[in-house]
C-alpha cells in the first residue's frame, strides 16, 4: 500500500467523524446524536490507526499498529519519531484529546452506557464545554497533528 492510498485512508477516516459530528448536531433524537457520536468516535480511533500506519510505513518500523510497539521499534533502529514521541506525551496526561479519544473509544466500543466513563465523555461530544472531552476538539487535534506530521515528512 503506497504512502498516498495511506493519507487517503486517514483523510477519509476524518472527513468521516467530520460529517458524523456535523450531522450529530443537527439531530433532534438523543438515540441518533449518540449512534452519529459513537460512531465519530470509531471514525476518529480508525483514524489515529491510520496515521500510526502512515509514520509505521515512513519510518519503515516493525511491529504492531500500537503507539507503544512503535516506539519500542523506533528505539531498537536509534531513531526518534516527533509524532509518536508527541502522541506518547499525549497518551500520558489523562486531560489531553488523545487520553479523551482513547477513553472515550474504549467506553463506547466495551458499551459501558452505565458508566461514568462514557456518561461523561461521551455524550458532550461535539458540543461540550469542556475542550478535552469535545469530539470535536478530538478531531481539530488529530486532523493538525496528521497535517504536521505530513508537512515534516514532504520536507525530508
Known sequence: MSGSSLASITNQRLDGA???????QE????????SF???????LRSALNGLLQEVK???????????????????????????????AQHKLNPQSWLSQLL?????????????????TEVELIGRGSDAGAST????????????RFREDAAEY
Open 57 to 87: 510505513t515512513s519510518y519503515s518500523l516493525q511491529g504492531v499498529l500500537e503507539l507503544d510497539a512503535l516506539l519500542i521499534a523506533a528505539d531498537h533502529q536509534g531513531i526518534s519519531v516527533p509524532v509518536l514521541n508527541e502522541l
Open 37 to 43: 457520536e459513537s460512531s465519530a468516535l470509531f471514525q
Open 18 to 24: 467530520r460529517r458524523l459530528l456535523q450531522q450529530s
Open 103 to 119: 477513553s472515550a473509544y474504549n467506553a463506547a466500543l466495551e458499551c459501558q452506557v452505565g458508566s461514568h466513563a462514557y456518561a
Open 136 to 147: 470535536q476538539y478530538i478531531l481539530s487535534s488529530l486532523t493538525e497533528l496528521v497535517l
Open 27 to 34: 439531530s433532534d433524537n438523543d438515540w441518533m446524536t449518540q
